[in-house]
Structures are given as C-alpha cells and as structure tokens.
C-alpha cells in the first residue's frame, strides 16, 4: 500500500524556520517524483516545490524561491522541505504528493499528482 505521512509542522515565529519531512512507503523515490503543496485557509492548494524522481530537478514557486529548500534521501525513502526565513503568509497545511514518473521540468501540479498524505499544519505567528 502505498503511503506518504508528513511530520515536522507546527508553530513557529516569522523569520523562523521548520523542516518537513515527507516519509513515503509501498514505493521508491526513484520512481516517482515527489511534491509539496499547501493550503491556507480559504484559498486553493498551490504547489509549493518538487524534486524529480532522479533527485536532479527541482522547481520552486516564486513566492518560495531562495527561502525553501526540497531534498530527497532515497537510502531513508523520506523527501525533506527545509523552510527558512517563514513568513505569515506560509501558513497553511502542507502535504506531500507523489507523481509516478515525476521529472519536475515545472512547478507542481495538482492534477498530475497520484497519491497523497494526509497533510500537516505550519503556522507562522508571533
């Protein structure tokens, strides 16, 4: 069974950072791409940033660029979203996303994804 459970959300000051991790089961990294989207309240999902199932591409949205940071440990099967710098703005639930086959040539999109986790709370507030 396929599965992807993210943890490391939770409440942190603007300017803070959070790290996400994305631990996936049932597959391998090397055959599926891997993405991270979010949600704030009232507003629509919007992906947030991807690496490829080689780990060579990553794309970011603009509004993340030079703040957020998306990894992969294939060895640990886990996808990581370093986010530094967070403003009010980044909060909202974060999920993971995986697309079979996933190159990341550009920024995520929801309907290519196949599977999902569950998500997880960021909030930033002081």
């Known amino acids: 069974q396929l599965q992807l459970v993210e943890s490391g959300g939770g409440l942190v000051e603007p300017e803070g950072s959070l790290r996400l991790s994305c631990a996936v089961s049932?597959?391998?990294?090397?055959?599926?791409?891997i993405a991270w989207f979010r949600q704030a309240p009232g507003k629509e999902r919007e992906g947030v940033a991807c690496?490829?199932?080689?780990?060579?591409?990553?794309n970011y949205a603009d509004s993340v660029k030079g703040r957020f940071t998306i990894s992969s440990d294939n060895a640990k099967n886990t996808v990581y979203l370093q986010m530094n710098s967070l403003k009010s703005e980044d909060t909202g639930v974060y999920y993971c996303?995986?697309?079979?086959?996933?190159?990341?040539?550009?920024?995520?999109?929801?309907?290519?994804?196949?599977?999902w986790g569950k998500g997880i709370l960021v909030t930033v507030s002081s």
């Open positions: 996303a995986a697309e079979y086959q996933g190159n990341c040539f550009h920024n995520p999109n929801y309907y290519n994804m196949d599977y």
């Open positions: 049932g597959f391998t990294l090397d055959s599926y791409g």
């Open positions: 690496i490829s199932r080689s780990g060579f591409n990553t």
